[in-house]
């Protein structure tokens, strides 16, 4: 167990710690932050958007003046990883949006990265350089070349100390492979493959071979009107490089095992909760649309995000899930006016802390939710720049529904739902929270530190 993870809801109270971005007037849509991932110790933190860009942050180290305030996270490197293309074969414009971003395990001095948007996936080098080479034989201080018969002596190139120079450098592209827009890649443990996923099919990549990857999944019916579901997220298991889960569109998982065939068509276990008859709807279909998929750090279980729910499986149970939550079932009576708005769509992340023991996931009105999976507490809190005081503690929040409403409260009918969470991360060790809200990066931490 992770100190300070224990009784989460009991014992933390969360503070603002950090906010990065511009106040919300003149936002412009490239603006609007699409991932959040923090590298495997929680030093960087890198976002997304849906400009193309990433823009990494790194964790300065703890001044010894002020030992109460942590470490913040500072602006460390900024990228164009992607640009705008057209697909003349379909004629079809090809978004710069950062779909996802994964961070390699750090091997040596430099920092390695998978971005991807809905078609390529490029692997970028970021690194440090501080010194330059000087005193060439052959060419001069700008670097032009030197006329060989003016050289009479011999010198010895040495490095100089320079400005220190953050580089990003892209060291892989791995483009068509797919036909529809990537939703996920995810880097298997044995650090040599990973795979992307797009609505229908599922690749394995590996990081030294560009033009060429296995079909590992592929759901495409011969005919396309026969089709009935669509591929949702997938992730590769923590610790087992053979195993991975995706998830569709129809609310179930399913676990696929590449040792039993080249092409997982079959899955080696199948994840799906029975519906209730009496709460059949309209809507049951687009609600029960799985939206995200994640491994627990254990491995042990399957944490899935629907459109109201967070749901966790155990991996040896299939028939139902082990815990169920509730992320905002107030807006059950809603569906039909968010149905009309296309927030019914949206695709919500879910993330677990270092422990396992607590999950997050995002709502509306910029809020998100916490579940402690011990204490089976939850509490709403919010991203917002009223309550944006360093080390300011988040109040909880509540909504009411229908009735008297308490002073602080807030009714369902006044939730504004252009604002919305939708991707989180949570530092890998630490109670270190960041919420992506529009085109603001919320950096929250326990007051415990």
């Not at 913040?72 to 640009?83: A, K």
């Not at 579901?229 to 696929?256: D, M, W």
């Not at 905002?328 to 879910?350: G, Q, V």
Request: aromatic share 10%.
């Amino acid at each position: 167990m992770i100190p300070g993870f224990e009784n989460l809801m009991q014992d933390v109270l969360w503070c603002f710690s950090q906010v990065k971005g511009t106040i919300d007037i003149g936002v412009t849509e490239a603006d609007i932050i699409s991932t959040v991932e923090f590298n495997h110790t929680g030093e960087l933190l890198a976002t997304g958007d849906k400009g193309g860009r990433v823009v990494i942050f790194q964790r300065e180290q703890e001044s010894k003046n002020q030992p109460h305030r942590r470490g913040e996270y500072n602006v460390y490197s900024t990228f164009q990883s992607h640009e705008p293309e057209f697909d003349y074969l379909k004629s079809l414009e090809i978004e710069e949006k950062i779909n996802k971003i994964r961070w390699l395990p750090q091997q040596n001095a430099a920092y390695f990265l998978l971005s991807t948007n809905d078609k390529t996936v490029k692997l970028w080098k970021v690194s440090e350089r501080d010194k330059r080479p000087e005193g060439y034989n052959l060419k001069d201080e700008d670097g032009r070349l030197r006329d060989p018969s003016t050289i009479t002596t011999l010198r010895v190139p040495v490095l100089k100390p320079m400005d220190l120079m953050v580089e990003a450098t892209p060291r892989r592209v791995f483009a068509n492979a797919h036909t529809y827009h990537i939703n996920s890649i995810s880097v298997n443990s044995d650090y040599e493959t990973y795979m992307s996923a797009d609505d229908l099919r599922i690749n394995l990549w590996n990081f030294e071979i560009t033009n060429q990857s296995f079909n590992i999944v592929d759901i495409k019916p011969a005919n396309m009107e026969e089709l009935t579901e669509v591929i949702t997220a997938a992730e590769f298991h923590p610790h087992h490089c053979n195993t991975f889960v995706y998830s569709s569109s129809k609310g179930t998982i399913r676990l696929c095992d590449m040792r039993a065939s080249a092409l997982c068509d079959r899955h080696s276990k199948f994840f799906e909760e029975p519906e209730d008859p009496s709460n059949r709807s309209f809507f049951s279909e687009i609600i029960s649309s799985i939206s995200d998929v994640k491994f627990s750090h254990s491995g042990r279980y399957i944490m899935t995000r629907d459109y109201l729910t967070v749901k966790v499986w155990d991996l040896n149970m299939e028939n139902r899930p082990i815990e169920t939550y509730q992320v905002h079932d107030y807006l059950r009576s809603k569906l039909c006016s968010l149905y009309e708005n296309d927030c019914i769509f949206d695709k919500f992340e879910c993330v677990w802390n270092g422990s396992d023991s607590v999950i997050m996931t995002g709502s509306y009105n910029n809020f998100f939710r916490m579940f402690d999976r011990n204490t089976k507490r939850d509490v709403t809190l919010e991203a917002s720049r009223e309550n944006s005081k360093p080390r300011a503690i988040l109040k909880p929040r509540k909504v009411c529904v229908g009735g008297k409403r308490r002073k602080d409260e807030i009714s369902v009918d006044s939730l504004d739902f252009s604002k919305k969470i939708l991707h989180t991360a949570w530092h890998p060790s630490e109670n270190i929270i960041a919420v992506a809200a529009t085109n603001n990066l919320y950096i929250f931490q326990d007051k415990v530190n």
